[in-house]
């Protein structure tokens, strides 16, 4: 909903009638904002009573502006920036004065994508040197706008935001911001000293399909049906028995679910030949790789003599993606969410004695899944508020592999419906001036069809420039980090696939990419160096846009050639020289033959010439580099940044 701003018109001190004017501004605008520097920027708003006339006033040049309020009781009007300065005022007159203040002239940048972007400083982020970072965030013209998640089934012209508006960068403000964004932000003012406005508008969890409007999807057909049942009146109904028919086929296949005894989350149960495994950590790095379905922990944990009878707290932490948590056979808490911290009451009627058996069911959708907090969150607190840690070795057990289930009927009220957070966080600022985009996502269309994504990225970027009115809008974004467990021999890789197609993107012109497989975590999907990031992105926005001389991204392969066993490739290091700088036990490239069969290569470095060989394949005839979950990276330039993982072929059943 929009922002109103009320003002009461005397029409006249003798007259008993009292007349109202109404300015009402969208969330966008408002005191602390940014507007971007050198151009025609659009101000828009509604005024009661058709035919009058909003007068606005810059005060940059004390210029004065007349829109008329049509009958519908909006008014819109471009008004001319200078270069970047400020603070100024910016006065609306519709028979009162509405004044906005500490307003900057500068760069803004819409900043979107899924939770890697939304993660913040603090809170569930807890980034690299967190608390120092936040300690050091003074930069009053670095400013921000937070979006409220919202989705809607068709484009919104409005959009509601947090926080009161806008807000300047400080130690109080910044803690539950986005990181990449800010960091960001930060590189370009240290380095251009322009002020920077940054609206921030992602999501966690989502596909590139609900970022994306119904015009970009109109040629793939997998998403008609997703937009048609979004115009449909009995979709909720529709929805309903699906998911019901599927929740149904999910119990019936899930091995420790018994209504009747309470299967493996009941008071006594044998677990004797279950899995350990030492928590927190996901599962799915420790024993299951690649597993998403119901996965089933437990542990006896032995209490203090003066604690049986009494109320205790259980924390778990956060837990991917959802939990329902048994105590001595009986529920004590549910929680959907992966960001949300687990504090269940431990009722005194359950506390019998010192043995108290807890067992954790445990829903992965997608990614990582299980207990991932931090040692100190994973506790029981007595009465006395003395902790009991139960970090450590658990029991766990599968339940279900999803993989043996058919997909789950898409939801009529989530975030990753097809257009609807294209319609609800970004069309509504479509008539905003910006500078360009940066852009954080891929993870969650990594468990899709990877193969679309090719397709689906750039058909984003391509209609986001139209909705802007701006075909060249810089749009600049995040190869996915290296993630998961590293594996000596080549394997399928669905994040290697996103990394591909996120770099075939850059034919684009106007784009820019931050690679960052060298900076990511293998047991975390939300790699902490959140500086780096944004330092990378900001380094190419430098570059492109604003003059600045310097190295911006990783050597770029420039040509390659196959001579007898092996394969000669030379690199451009877009820097002062190229590098070979091992990060782990292979070189990072593979090669195959015929056969499509890759093996790891070995590697000679002359200059920015590359050699590879490889004992298995006598006649290769593709090349890959940085093809996997967690590659190991080599190729860099002295200026420390990576080459970007690639592929010579197009071999898609690898």
């Known amino acids: 909903m929009p922002i109103k701003k009320n003002i009461l018109l005397l029409l006249g001190l003798l007259s008993s009638a009292v007349g109202y004017a109404e300015v009402t501004l969208p969330d966008v605008f408002g005191d602390n904002m940014v507007l971007q520097q050198k151009q025609k920027v659009k101000l828009w708003g509604t005024s009661n009573g058709g035919g009058k006339k909003v007068k606005i006033t810059t005060g940059w040049d004390n210029k004065a502006y007349e829109a008329i309020v049509a009958d519908d009781q909006t008014w819109s009007i471009a008004v001319k920036t200078p270069a970047y300065g400020g603070p100024y005022t910016l006065k609306f007159d519709d028979g009162d004065v509405l004044q906005l203040n500490n307003v900057l002239i500068g760069e803004v940048w819409f900043c979107s994508g899924q939770s890697n972007m939304e ?59 986005s990181a990449t964004a800010y960091f960001f932000a930060r590189e370009l003012y240290e380095k251009t000293g322009i002020p920077i406005g940054l609206i921030h508008s992602s999501w966690g969890g989502t596909f590139i399909e609900a970022w994306s409007s119904s015009q970009a999807l109109a040629k793939f057909d997998a998403y008609a049906s997703g937009i048609k049942r979004l115009e449909s009146k009995t979709a909720e109904a529709d929805y309903k028995q699906e998911l019901g028919l599927w929740n149904q086929l999910l119990a019936e296949n899930d091995l420790g679910f018994n209504r009747s005894t309470g299967g493996w989350t009941a008071k006594d149960v044998d677990d004797a030949d279950w899995n350990t495994i030492l928590l927190p950590q996901p599962f799915d790095k420790a024993l299951y790789p690649g597993l998403d379905g119901i996965v089933y922990f437990r542990k006896t944990v032995n209490i203090p003599d003066n604690w049986v009878g009494k109320e ?154 139209s909705k802007w009115q701006n075909n060249s809008l810089p749009f600049y974004f995040v190869q996915l980090a290296n993630y998961r467990e590293k594996t000596e021999q080549p394997k399928p890789s669905a994040f290697a696939e996103i990394r591909d197609a996120q770099a075939n993107t850059l034919k684009l012109n106007h784009t820019g990419m931050a690679v960052i497989a060298d900076v990511g975590d293998a047991y975390d999907i939300h790699p902490k160096n959140k500086q780096e990031v944004g330092r990378r992105l900001g380094l190419i926005a430098l570059r492109n846009l604003y003059g600045k001389h310097i190295t911006a991204q990783g050597p770029q392969l420039k040509r390659y050639q196959i001579k007898g066993d092996q394969a000669v490739l030379t690199f451009d290091p877009l820097g002062s020289l190229l590098v070979h700088q091992p990060t782990g036990v292979t070189s990072g490239f593979t090669l195959a033959g015929k056969d499509r069969v890759f093996y790891p290569a070995a590697i000679k470095v002359i200059g920015n010439t590359v050699f590879l060989t490889a004992k298995e394949v006598p006649h290769p005839v593709a090349i890959r580099y940085g093809f996997a979950d967690n590659p190991d990276l080599s190729i860099f330039n002295k200026e420390a940044l990576p080459a970007s993982p690639f592929r010579t072929d197009d071999w898609w059943d690898q």
């Open 119 to 177: 993660m913040p400083l603090a809170g569930w982020g807890n980034i690299q040197n967190f608390k120092r970072e936040i300690a050091l965030a003074n930069y009053p013209n670095i400013r921000f706008l937070q979006v409220k998640q919202a989705t809607a089934e068709v484009p919104q012209q409005h959009a509601a935001v947090l926080w009161d508006g806008w807000n300047a960068v400080s130690p109080n403000t910044i803690p539950d911001f």
């Open 312 to 465: 205790l707290q259980l924390s778990l932490g956060p837990i991917d993606d959802n939990d329902f948590t048994f105590v001595n056979g009986t529920r004590v808490g549910a929680t959907e969410g992966f960001t949300q911290n687990r504090n269940y009451v431990i009722p005194a009627a359950l506390v019998t004695s010192t043995e108290v058996k807890i067992a954790i069911k445990v829903f992965d959708g997608a990614g990582d899944g299980g207990l991932y907090g931090s040692l100190d969150q994973l506790k029981i607190t007595g009465p006395d508020l003395q902790e009991l840690s139960i970090a450590g070795p658990w029991k766990l057990n599968v339940g279900l592999d999803l993989k043996k289930m058919p997909a789950m009927p898409s939801a009529i009220d989530g975030p990753n419906r097809p257009t609807v957070l294209f319609n609800a966080m970004v069309n509504p600022f479509k008539d905003v001036a910006i500078r360009g985009v940066i852009w954080y996502q891929g993870e969650s269309n990594a468990e899709r069809d990877v193969q679309r994504y090719r397709q689906l990225f750039p058909a984003m970027i391509q209609d986001w420039r």
